[in-house]
């Protein structure tokens, strides 16, 4: 069962702009946390972003922050002031409460100059 | 800085292999996992291992065994490649449930 749904295989952005990245979930679990991570061509996947289920205050991270809404499942990624390295792709995970660690399929950033 | 070591970034295999993958960590972390990357499917969880000796299914662990004799290392196994096991690799590790986890550069299989 798909427990990360992301569900922009692609998004473009016009430099220094700001997107939106979806993220929904779907957990019984009343302990779990929700987490960002960007993949650029080169393969590697960066952290970006952590928010934890009990969390009240929304997760930021210099440009980026977290619009966690509980109650509808969703923990969006903003990227403010987008700059051409941060085109990449960007991956959603959730870790429950047994330590699962569980990833979205991805969206594909470019920002366009 | 925490490193995750893959032994292979890059490996070709033929149909009915044994196939060994193998990922050391060097930050004492209690967590492991092994993924599978594919173009559209994202990151999917094969196995992970919480201890020494202790491991889990993720949501496709068919065709994969895991050995984790000790806490560094975690191996993942192919016991007989086939060509649908074709595909990036990747090893992270995490210290406890709210950090974040640590990758491993990849290895990039092919079975033909």
């Known amino acids: 069962a798909q427990k990360i749904t992301q569900t922009q295989p692609g998004m473009f952005v016009q430099e220094k702009e700001a997107v939106t990245l979806d993220c929904t979930y779907d957990?019984?679990?009343?302990?779990?946390?929700l987490f960002w991570y960007k993949q650029p061509s080169s393969g590697e996947m960066i952290f970006l972003i952590y928010?934890?289920?009990?969390?009240?205050q929304n997760a930021t991270e210099g440009r980026y922050s977290l619009n966690f809404q509980k109650a509808r499942k969703s923990a969006n990624l903003v990227i403010s002031a987008s700059q051409l390295g941060d085109s990449a792709m960007y991956f959603c995970?959730?870790?429950?409460?047994?330590?699962?660690?569980?990833f979205g399929t991805g969206t594909s950033l470019t920002v366009i100059p | 800085d925490v490193k995750v070591t893959q032994s292979s970034r890059y490996l070709v295999k033929r149909t009915g292999e044994k196939v060994f993958l193998e990922c050391v960590q060097d930050m004492d972390h209690e967590n492991m996992f092994w993924y599978r990357q594919d173009p559209g499917l994202g990151l999917r969880l094969i196995y992970f291992s919480y201890d020494v000796k202790m491991k889990e299914k993720g949501d496709i662990p068919e065709g994969y065994s895991v050995s984790r004799e000790k806490k560094e290392r975690f191996s993942l196994i192919l016991e007989s490649a086939s060509t649908n096991q074709t595909s990036m690799y990747l090893c992270?590790?995490?210290?406890?449930?709210?950090?974040?986890?640590?990758f491993g550069q990849g290895t990039r299989l092919t079975v033909v």
């Open positions: 995970a959730m870790r429950l409460t047994g330590n699962q660690f569980y």
């Open positions: 928010q934890g289920s009990y969390d009240e």
């Open positions: 992270a590790s995490r210290l406890l449930p709210n950090t974040e986890a640590f």
């Open positions: 957990t019984s679990d009343q302990s779990y946390g």
